[in-house]
C-alpha cells in the first residue's frame, strides 16, 4: 500500500466512523455520551464500527507515515498508535451506567482519555516545522489550527464534566455531552485534514521550448570518443544510400 492509498484509507476510516455514531444517534434514544449508546438495544454494532473504523483510520495514517517521511513522523505515529490502542481499548471494554462503576468502566474512560489527548499532540506535531508558504501552506496551516481547536474544545470538555471540580461552577452537567461530541468531530475532522496534509503532490514534468529569435543554443555534444573543437565543427553524417 503507497503513502497516498494509506492517506485515503484514513479518510475513509474516519468517514465510515462518523456514519456509524451519527446514524446512533439520529436512530436511537438520545443518550448524554456517545459510548453511552452501546448500553441501548441496537446500539452495540454502530459504537464498535465507529470505534474500529476510526482506529483503523489512526493505523493507516501512521503506516502512510512511515513510509513516505519515516523519521520527522516518528512521534506523530506513535501517538496515532496510541490513539489507535485507545479506540480499541475502548471498544474491548465498554462504558458502564453512570451510577455504576465497573473495571470495564474505568478502562474505558482511561482509554478514552488517551485518544482525546493523543489525537490533537499528533497533528501539532505532524504540522511542526513544516512549511508555512507556499502551495502547501494551506493545508498545514488547517492541521495546525483543527489541532488547536482539538485541544481547546477537550479543555471546555474537561472542565464541564462532571467529575471535575469546576463543572459546577459553570453548569457544565447540562451540556458536557455536547460538547463531547465536538471534540470527537474535532479530531475526526484534524484527521481527516493530516491525511490531506500528508498526502504527497509529485510536481508535473514541464517542457519548455526555447524562446523565438536570439535564445541560447543548447550545446550539442561531440561523438563519443571525438570532442568537437574550437574552429572545427563536426562534419554532417553522410546521408545512406
Not at 484509507?9 to 446512533?24: D, K, R, W
Not at 462503576?101 to 474505558?108: D, F, K, Q, R, T
Not at 468531530?185 to 500528508?198: G, K, P, Y
Request: positive net charge; aromatic residues 6%.
Amino acid at each position: 500500500m503507497t503513502p497516498r492509498q494509506s492517506a485515503w484509507g484514513a479518510v475513509a476510516g474516519t468517514t465510515i466512523s462518523a456514519c456509524a455514531l451519527a446514524y446512533a444517534q439520529v436512530a436511537l434514544p438520545a443518550q448524554t455520551l456517545l459510548s453511552d449508546y452501546a448500553l441501548v438495544s441496537g446500539g452495540l454494532v454502530p459504537v464498535l464500527v465507529g470505534m474500529l473504523a476510526l482506529a483503523g483510520a489512526c493505523l493507516s495514517l501512521a503506516y502512510g507515515l512511515a513510509a513516505s517521511d519515516p523519521v520527522r513522523t516518528a512521534a506523530t505515529r506513535v501517538l496515532l498508535l496510541a490513539g489507535a490502542g485507545g479506540l480499541m481499548m475502548s471498544a474491548i471494554f465498554p462504558t458502564d451506567p453512570s451510577a455504576i462503576a465497573s473495571l470495564s468502566g474505568e478502562i474505558h474512560r482511561w482509554a478514552a482519555a488517551v485518544v482525546f489527548t493523543s489525537l490533537p499532540v499528533a497533528g501539532w506535531t505532524l504540522a511542526r516545522g513544516r512549511a508555512t508558504v507556499g502551495r502547501t501552506a494551506p493545508r498545514w496551516n488547517a492541521v495546525r489550527a483543527m489541532s488547536v481547536t482539538s485541544a481547546v474544545t477537550l479543555a471546555v470538555y474537561l472542565a464541564a464534566h462532571p467529575a471535575t471540580i469546576t463543572s459546577p461552577l459553570i453548569g457544565g452537567a447540562a451540556y458536557y455531552g455536547l460538547l463531547e461530541r465536538g471534540v470527537v468531530l474535532a479530531e475526526m475532522v484534524l484527521l481527516i485534514f493530516m491525511a490531506l496534509a500528508a498526502v504527497e503532490r509529485r510536481p508535473s514534468v514541464r517542457t519548455s521550448a526555447s524562446p523565438a529569435g536570439g535564445g541560447a543554443e543548447p550545446a550539442r555534444a561531440g561523438r563519443p570518443g571525438h570532442p568537437e573543437r574550437p574552429g572545427h565543427p563536426e562534419r554532417p553524417e553522410r546521408l545512406a544510400a
